[in-house]
C-alpha cells in the first residue's frame, strides 16, 4: 500500500465526508472501496463498468460502439474509443443486445446526416485512456480526449444522471442518437420531440435478441437548449419533433455560467408519460445521487462481511457481490405498470417486476444466493415469472425486456420456485405456481413432446438431446419436491419417477451420458467425449460429454452407484480434472473456457461438478479442487473472471464457495461444505440474526478440512440446511495442509 503525506484540513474534510455517507460505520465496513467494476470487462467476463444500483432499472455506461462477442455488454477493457453512453445493458450475457438511448457529449457541431457503416465514421465518437477512467459501485467517470469533456455517471432506481465538464469557453453540445445499435439490435422507430428550454423525449423500438423492445425515455438538462439540429434517416427535420428509423438531434446549450451541464434521464417501457413519473424530483442532484447509489451499494455489501488478510480477495469478493446484485433489473415503472411482449400494459401489485432473467445460468447459484441475500427479490423475481404464466400459460425460459428469447435449455425458473417455496420464502402464490410449474413441464414445446414420449429425448430428433433431457430431468425433480410439499401425493410419484431420465443416457461402459435414438438402443457414434459442436449436430449444450455428463443433482448417491460405486466414480471425477484440455471439433463452442483438465468452470455446467466428491467419501478432494478453481479462475484484473459472468452466476458461484459452502442440488435447500477462504464471514440474516462460518489456521496451503464444530457441536458432514444457517450461529472449521480422510466421511 502507498503511504501518502496529506494536510490535516484535507484529511477532516475526506474524514467528514465519509460520516456524512456512511453514518455509524468505520473504514473497516466501507464495502463499496473493495469493489472494482472493471473486473470481468476484459477477456470473455462480457461486465459493463458503468453506473446502476442493486437491481436498478437502468445502467448508464459507456459503449465503444464495436459490434462483436466480446462486446456484449457495449464496453471491453480492450477498447480505447467511445461512441456515448447509453442506460440499458447487459451483464456478462453471451448475447449482445440493449445500449438504447445514447447520448454523448461533444464541443463541436458534428454532421449527423452521414451515413455510418462503423463506429469509426461516427463524427461524435471520442478517445479515451484507461488512466483517466474510474468506476465505483453506483457510479462511472471518464474523460474524453478528443473534445476534452469530463464525463460523469450515477444512477438511482429510476432515474440516470450525467455531469459533462467542458473545457473554458468551448462550445457546450449533447448529441442523442436513437439509430445507434450494436451486436442483435436494429432500431425500427424512433421519435425525438423538445418539449421546452430544458426538456426532451421520444421513444425507440427495436428489435434483436429481445424481438419486441419499446423504449420511451424523458431527458432534463440543468441549462436551456439555444440551438438544436434534429435528423430523421440522416436527413436534418425543421420544427421540434422529428420520427424515423433513425433519429437524433444535436442540442447546443448556454455556456456563460458554468462548464458544467447536467442531465437526468429516465426511461419507461410503457409511455413517456411514465417516463416523467419515473424522473427523480428536481431537488435531486447528481451529488446527492452518487453518494446515495454509494450508501445504497454498501448496505447491500454489507449483507456478508469476510475478514482476510488479503486485500486482494477482499477485492474479488466484494466485486462478485455486486456482481449478484446488478441483475435481474427492475422493470416496472414507478406506477407499476410495465409492457408485456404482446403490448399489454399491465401493474404490478404490491411487488416490482423484474426482468433480464438468463435462468440457465442464474438457477445455479445466483437465485439460491439472493434468498439469503435479497428474499424479497425472490419474491418478486416469481411475481415476474408468474404474471409471464399469466399470458403463455407456461413458465419463462430466458426474458430480456419482458420478451422471450427462448434462449438455452431446459425451464430454470421452475427450480427458481421450488428452492424459493421449500426455504419458506413467502409473497407468492404457491398453488398458482404450481400450476405453473406443472402445466410447463406437460406441455409440448422445446422437446417435451419427445420426452413425454421416450422418457428421454432421442439425439436424431432434437439436438442437444443429452444436456436438455438431464435438465428436463431435473425440473421434474423440483416439480415432484413442490408436490410433495403442497400434499399432491399424485403428482409428486408422477413427477419423481420422470426425473430419473438420466438412466436412459447413462452409457456404462463409457462412464458418459450419451445420446441414443429412439429405438431406445442405439447411442449416437462415432463418439469422443472431447468433441464440441457449437449449437448445432451435437447431443450437448455449449459443451462435451465430459462436460454434461455430470447433471444429475436431484440423485448424486445414485448416478455414482450406476457408475459402479465410489472407486470407479472417484476415478472417473478425478479424471475431468486432470486429462488433457484438448477440445476438438471444427466449431468448438467459445463458451467452453476456464479449463482445468477437461472442467470448464467459464460455463455453468460445470460449477457443481467439483462438490460431488463429498458424495463419494473423497469430500478431501471436493476441498482440493474448490480451492485450486477459486485460486486461479478469478483475479483483480479486467480478465478476472473465466468466461462470461452471465448475469451473476460466475460470482454466485465465489462468493459461495470462498465461504465454504455451494448449493449442489439449487433446490435441496441445502448447501455442499467446500473449502472456506476466509478466516471469518459472517451473513447477515433477516431479522438481526447472523450466521459465521470461521476457519482456524485456513492459508494458501491450509485448505483441507480436519474438524468442524456447530455452535459448540462437533459437526462431521458435509452439508448444511438452509434452515440450519437461517437460525444464526457459528460453523467453525479447523484447517490443515494434509486432508483429514476422516472428516465428512460417515454417512
Given at each position: 500500500?502507498?503511504?501518502?503525506?496529506?494536510?490535516?484540513?484535507?484529511?477532516?474534510?475526506?474524514?467528514?465526508?465519509?460520516?456524512?455517507?456512511?453514518?455509524?460505520?468505520?473504514?473497516?465496513?466501507?464495502?463499496?472501496?473493495?469493489?472494482?467494476?472493471?473486473?470481468?470487462?476484459?477477456?470473455?467476463?462480457?461486465?459493463?463498468?458503468?453506473?446502476?444500483?442493486?437491481?436498478?432499472?437502468?445502467?448508464?455506461?459507456?459503449?465503444?460502439?464495436?459490434?462483436?462477442?466480446?462486446?456484449?455488454?457495449?464496453?471491453?477493457?480492450?477498447?480505447?474509443?467511445?461512441?456515448?453512453?447509453?442506460?440499458?445493458?447487459?451483464?456478462?450475457?453471451?448475447?449482445?443486445?440493449?445500449?438504447?438511448?445514447?447520448?454523448?457529449?461533444?464541443?463541436?457541431?458534428?454532421?449527423?446526416?452521414?451515413?455510418?457503416?462503423?463506429?469509426?465514421?461516427?463524427?461524435?465518437?471520442?478517445?479515451?485512456?484507461?488512466?483517466?477512467?474510474?468506476?465505483?459501485?453506483?457510479?462511472?467517470q471518464v474523460f474524453l480526449k478528443d473534445p476534452k469533456i469530463n464525463v460523469e455517471l450515477t444512477s438511482s432506481q429510476r432515474t440516470a444522471y450525467h455531469k459533462y465538464t467542458f473545457a473554458k469557453n468551448d462550445r457546450q453540445s449533447v448529441v442523442v442518437d436513437l439509430g445507434f445499435a450494436i451486436n442483435w439490435d436494429k432500431a425500427l422507430k424512433t421519435a425525438?420531440?423538445?418539449?421546452?428550454?430544458?426538456?426532451?423525449?421520444?421513444?425507440?423500438?427495436?428489435?434483436?435478441?429481445?424481438?419486441?423492445?419499446?423504449?420511451?425515455?424523458?431527458?432534463?438538462?440543468?441549462?436551456?437548449?439555444?440551438?438544436?439540429?434534429?435528423?430523421?434517416?440522416?436527413?436534418?427535420?425543421?420544427?421540434?419533433?422529428?420520427?424515423?428509423?433513425?433519429?437524433?438531434?444535436?442540442?447546443?446549450?448556454?455556456?456563460?455560467?458554468?462548464?458544467?451541464?447536467?442531465?437526468?434521464?429516465?426511461?419507461?417501457?410503457?409511455?413517456?408519460?411514465?417516463?416523467?413519473?419515473?424522473?427523480?424530483?428536481?431537488?435531486?442532484?447528481?451529488?446527492?445521487?452518487?453518494?446515495?447509489?454509494?450508501?445504497?451499494?454498501?448496505?447491500?455489501?454489507?449483507?456478508?462481511?469476510?475478514?482476510?488478510?488479503?486485500?486482494?480477495?477482499?477485492?474479488?469478493?466484494?466485486?462478485?457481490?455486486?456482481?449478484?446484485?446488478?441483475?435481474?433489473?427492475?422493470?416496472?415503472?414507478?406506477?407499476?405498470?410495465f409492457r408485456k411482449e404482446d403490448d399489454q400494459i399491465v401493474t404490478a401489485k404490491d411487488y416490482t417486476a423484474y426482468s433480464t432473467l438468463s435462468l440457465w445460468d442464474t438457477f445455479r447459484a445466483e437465485n439460491p444466493l439472493l434468498t439469503l441475500l435479497a428474499p424479497d427479490k425472490t419474491s418478486d423475481i416469481i411475481n415476474s415469472m408468474l404474471a409471464y404464466?399469466?399470458?403463455?400459460?407456461?413458465?419463462?425460459?430466458?426474458?430480456?425486456?419482458?420478451?422471450?428469447?427462448?434462449?438455452?435449455?431446459?425451464?430454470?425458473?421452475?427450480?427458481?420456485?421450488?428452492?424459493?417455496?421449500?426455504?419458506?420464502?413467502?409473497?407468492?402464490?404457491?398453488?398458482?405456481?404450481?400450476?405453473?410449474?406443472?402445466?410447463?413441464?406437460?406441455?409440448?414445446?422445446?422437446?417435451?413432446?419427445?420426452?413425454?414420449?421416450?422418457?428421454?429425448?432421442?439425439?436424431?430428433?432434437?439436438?442437444?438431446?443429452?444436456?436438455?433431457?438431464?435438465?428436463?430431468?431435473?425440473?421434474?425433480?423440483?416439480?415432484?419436491?413442490?408436490?410433495?410439499?403442497?400434499?399432491?401425493?399424485?403428482?409428486?410419484?408422477?413427477?419423481?419417477?420422470?426425473?430419473?431420465?438420466?438412466?436412459?443416457?447413462?452409457?456404462?461402459?463409457?462412464?458418459?451420458?450419451?445420446?441414443?435414438?429412439?429405438?431406445?438402443?442405439?447411442?449416437?457414434?462415432?463418439?469422443?467425449?472431447?468433441?464440441?459442436?457449437?449449437?448445432?449436430?451435437?447431443?450437448?449444450?455449449?459443451?462435451?460429454?465430459?462436460?454434461?455428463?455430470?447433471?444429475?443433482?436431484?440423485?448424486?448417491?445414485?448416478?455414482?452407484?450406476?457408475?459402479?460405486?465410489?472407486?470407479?466414480?472417484?476415478?472417473?471425477?478425478?479424471?475431468?480434472?486432470?486429462?488433457?484440455?484438448?477440445?476438438?471439433?471444427?466449431?468448438?463452442?467459445?463458451?467452453?473456457?476456464?479449463?482445468?483438465?477437461?472442467?470448464?468452470?467459464?460455463?455453468?455446467?460445470?460449477?457443481?461438478?467439483?462438490?460431488?466428491?463429498?458424495?463419494?467419501?473423497?469430500?478431501?478432494?471436493?476441498?482440493?479442487?474448490?480451492?485450486?478453481?477459486?485460486?486461479?479462475?478469478?483475479?483483480?484484473?479486467?480478465?478476472?473472471?473465466?468466461?462470461?459472468?452471465?448475469?451473476?452466476?460466475?460470482?454466485?458461484?465465489?462468493?459461495?464457495?470462498?465461504?465454504?459452502?455451494?448449493?449442489?442440488?439449487?433446490?435441496?435447500?441445502?448447501?455442499?461444505?467446500?473449502?472456506?477462504?476466509?478466516?471469518?464471514?459472517?451473513?447477515?440474516?433477516?431479522?438481526?440474526?447472523?450466521?459465521?462460518?470461521?476457519?482456524?489456521?485456513?492459508?494458501?496451503?491450509?485448505?483441507?478440512?480436519?474438524?468442524?464444530?456447530?455452535?459448540?457441536?462437533?459437526?462431521?458432514?458435509?452439508?448444511?440446511?438452509?434452515?440450519?444457517?437461517?437460525?444464526?450461529?457459528?460453523?467453525?472449521?479447523?484447517?490443515?495442509?494434509?486432508?483429514?480422510?476422516?472428516?465428512?466421511?460417515?454417512?
Open positions: 500500500m502507498k503511504k501518502f503525506i496529506v494536510p490535516v484540513l484535507f484529511v477532516i474534510l475526506a474524514t467528514s465526508c465519509k460520516i456524512k455517507s456512511y453514518k455509524n460505520n468505520n473504514q473497516e465496513n466501507i464495502f463499496v472501496n473493495h469493489v472494482d467494476p472493471f473486473i470481468g470487462t476484459g477477456g470473455h467476463g462480457h461486465t459493463y463498468p458503468g453506473a446502476t444500483v442493486p437491481f436498478g432499472m437502468l445502467q448508464v455506461s459507456p459503449d465503444n460502439g464495436t459490434a462483436g462477442w466480446d462486446w456484449c455488454s457495449g464496453y471491453h477493457y480492450s477498447d480505447s474509443i467511445v461512441s456515448g453512453f447509453s442506460h440499458l445493458h447487459l451483464s456478462g450475457t453471451g448475447i449482445g443486445d440493449l445500449a438504447d438511448i445514447l447520448f454523448m457529449p461533444t464541443n463541436k457541431k458534428v454532421d449527423l446526416t452521414l451515413k455510418t457503416t462503423s463506429r469509426d465514421q461516427l463524427p461524435y465518437k471520442s478517445f479515451y485512456s484507461h488512466v483517466n477512467e474510474k468506476a465505483a459501485p453506483g457510479s462511472y425525438i420531440a423538445i418539449e421546452d428550454q430544458f426538456t426532451i423525449s421520444g421513444y425507440r423500438y427495436s428489435t434483436g435478441w429481445a424481438k419486441n423492445q419499446k423504449v420511451f425515455f424523458v431527458a432534463k438538462f440543468s441549462k436551456p437548449i439555444t440551438e438544436s439540429v434534429l435528423t430523421a434517416d440522416k436527413q436534418i427535420v425543421n420544427g421540434k419533433k422529428t420520427e424515423g428509423t433513425n433519429t437524433a438531434v444535436q442540442l447546443f446549450f448556454d455556456t456563460q455560467n458554468s462548464d458544467e451541464l447536467f442531465v437526468k434521464v429516465a426511461l419507461s417501457s410503457v409511455s413517456t408519460a411514465n417516463a416523467k413519473d419515473n424522473l427523480d424530483a428536481e431537488k435531486v442532484t447528481f451529488d446527492n445521487t452518487k453518494s446515495e447509489a454509494s450508501s445504497i451499494w454498501n448496505k447491500a455489501l454489507s449483507k456478508i462481511k469476510v475478514e482476510t488478510p488479503v486485500d486482494s480477495l477482499k477485492t474479488i469478493f466484494y466485486t462478485a457481490m455486486y456482481h449478484t446484485q446488478v441483475a435481474p433489473v427492475a422493470y416496472s415503472d414507478k406506477n407499476g405498470q404464466y399469466d399470458n403463455k400459460k407456461i413458465l419463462p425460459v430466458w426474458t430480456l425486456y419482458a420478451n422471450e428469447t427462448n434462449t438455452m435449455t431446459g425451464y430454470h425458473s421452475i427450480p427458481v420456485i421450488a428452492d424459493a417455496y421449500l426455504k419458506g420464502i413467502k409473497g407468492f402464490d404457491a398453488e398458482k405456481a404450481f400450476q405453473a410449474m406443472k402445466a410447463t413441464m406437460m406441455q409440448d414445446e422445446r422437446g417435451l413432446n419427445l420426452y413425454k414420449k421416450y422418457g428421454y429425448i432421442p439425439y436424431n430428433l432434437l439436438d442437444e438431446s443429452v444436456t436438455i433431457t438431464l435438465e428436463y430431468a431435473y425440473d421434474d425433480w423440483c416439480v415432484a419436491q413442490m408436490a410433495k410439499a403442497l400434499g399432491k401425493t399424485e403428482d409428486y410419484k408422477f413427477f419423481l419417477k420422470r426425473s430419473e431420465a438420466y438412466q436412459y443416457l447413462f452409457d456404462s461402459k463409457s462412464g458418459f451420458m450419451r445420446g441414443k435414438s429412439e429405438d431406445g438402443k442405439s447411442l449416437n457414434e462415432p463418439f469422443d467425449p472431447k468433441h464440441s459442436n457449437h449449437r448445432e449436430h451435437t447431443d450437448y449444450t455449449e459443451g462435451n460429454a465430459w462436460q454434461h455428463s455430470w447433471f444429475v443433482p436431484q440423485n448424486v448417491d445414485h448416478l455414482i452407484s450406476i457408475h459402479g460405486g465410489n472407486e470407479i466414480f472417484n476415478k472417473r471425477l478425478e479424471q475431468l480434472f486432470t486429462e488433457s484440455s484438448e477440445i476438438t471439433g471444427n466449431n468448438v463452442s467459445a463458451d467452453i473456457s476456464g479449463l482445468i483438465g477437461q472442467y470448464a468452470h467459464g460455463n455453468e455446467p460445470s460449477h457443481h461438478i467439483a462438490y460431488m466428491f463429498n458424495h463419494s467419501g473423497q469430500p478431501w478432494r471436493t476441498q482440493y479442487w474448490v480451492r485450486h478453481i477459486l485460486d486461479t479462475q478469478y483475479n483483480t484484473t479486467p480478465n478476472g473472471l473465466s468466461g462470461n459472468e452471465d448475469c451473476g452466476q460466475m460470482s454466485a458461484w465465489y462468493v459461495f464457495s470462498s465461504m465454504g459452502l455451494y448449493p449442489m442440488n439449487p433446490a435441496s435447500g441445502e448447501y455442499e461444505i467446500g473449502s472456506p477462504i476466509f478466516e471469518k464471514s459472517t451473513i447477515n440474516l433477516e431479522g438481526g440474526k447472523t450466521f459465521v462460518i470461521e476457519a482456524e489456521n485456513v492459508s494458501d496451503k491450509n485448505f483441507y478440512i480436519q474438524s468442524a464444530v456447530l455452535n459448540g457441536v462437533e459437526f462431521n458432514q458435509t452439508a448444511i440446511t438452509h434452515q440450519q444457517i437461517l437460525k444464526g450461529g457459528v460453523l467453525h472449521f479447523v484447517m490443515g495442509a494434509q486432508p483429514n480422510k476422516n472428516w465428512g466421511t460417515k454417512k
